[in-house]
């Protein structure tokens, strides 16, 4: 866990001036074209002298075919402490550092769209959605330069505290939030998650109006591991979503080995389901498994008061989509 561990914690500086580190010495063709290098007994050392020099040693690294095993970070002084990453990411800190910096110091805002019940569109809760609060750059954007750099886990955490916070003085008790995560950020559930419960505690919430989602475009690879995430989270009161379900990986089969405590059925399959009977199978099936598993299910992207109605008319739980309200920076639904 200590390798995983490390990436929280990122404090990431760039000098104009210092050394990039290799860790092992590294018998490489191209390194003998690189000025400026010293090796000891911990590693290589190639010393650069500006942004441009440290970009052109990067980008002359990360070509090399070993580079993806390639552990490195960046150092002002030969004695500074060293904590290895991979290469690449590296590589990606230089290229992205103003995001980087956006990443590591700013406090973020949390931005509320409102989900209701289907049966009488009252409101049940808002999904909080991260935001930068200066606009500086979309929220996509900043979740993809942090996965190309290593810094994830980093953001996931500052998007779980900021939502928790942003319910203080602004959401009713009994009014749900559904907060976002990275399943692949939390490497062991019980010492990764435990700073997000510190701050449930902190501000006083109530465990059980929140409802943590899974956030995952690359495929489930571990639904153990998934579970063990879960549980973790139920065992302290809160519950659990399955986010996107019918959008790449999500199976039925899925649904069941998962059972969460609620189903976000993915916009794909809500587009036009009042007139695509391909969709409205799917959907029939959805909402009868769910039954089946005591789990909730919500329908996401409604835009559109036909989608709204055959939701509805089929026993789908809860909605959510520009129908009934975007995100806004305060949670105003009527």
């Not at 209701?116 to 200066?134: G, H, I, Q, W």
Request: hydrophobic share 35%; aromatic share 8%.
């Amino acid at each position: 866990m200590e390798t995983s561990c490390k990436m929280c914690g990122i404090n990431f500086s760039l000098h104009e001036e210092g050394f990039i580190y290799l860790e092992g010495k590294q018998s490489m063709d191209i390194l003998e074209a690189i000025p400026s290098r010293m090796e000891n007994d911990k590693g290589i050392f190639i010393a650069y002298h500006s942004s441009a020099d440290l970009s052109d040693k990067l980008g002359r690294l990360s070509l090399v075919p070993e580079a993806d095993t390639f552990e490195s970070t960046l150092l002002k002084k030969l004695e500074d402490p060293i904590i290895t990453y991979p290469l690449r990411e590296v590589a990606s800190r230089v290229g992205n550092h103003e995001t980087v910096k956006i990443i590591q110091s700013t406090e973020f805002i949390g931005f509320f769209q409102p989900i209701v019940l289907l049966r009488d569109k009252s409101l049940f809760a808002y999904e909080s959605l991260l935001r930068d609060p200066l606009g500086r750059i979309s929220p996509g954007q900043l979740f993809k330069v942090a996965q190309e750099t290593g810094m994830q886990s980093l953001l996931d955490q500052k998007a779980r505290e900021t939502a928790i916070k942003g319910r203080v003085g602004k959401i009713n008790n009994g009014i749900k939030s559904f907060i976002n995560f990275l399943p692949s950020t939390i490497y062991n559930p019980d010492y990764c998650l435990r700073h997000t419960f510190h701050i449930v505690e902190r501000y006083g919430i109530n465990p059980e109006d929140l409802v943590f989602e899974v956030v995952e475009t690359e495929k489930i690879d571990d639904i153990d591991h998934l579970k063990k995430i879960f549980r973790t989270y139920q065992n302290q009161g809160m519950a659990v979503a399955l986010d996107d379900f019918g959008a790449g990986y999500s199976t039925l089969d899925v649904l069941v080995q998962l059972q969460p405590d609620y189903v976000k059925i993915d916009r794909s399959n809500i587009m036009f389901c009042d007139s695509d009977t391909g969709k409205q199978e799917f959907l029939k099936n959805v909402v009868h498994v769910a039954r089946e598993l005591n789990i909730r299910t919500l329908a996401e992207g409604v835009e559109r008061v036909e989608e709204l109605q055959f939701c509805k008319d089929i026993g789908i739980d809860l909605a959510q989509g520009y129908l009934i309200g975007r995100p806004e920076a305060e949670p105003g639904f009527n």
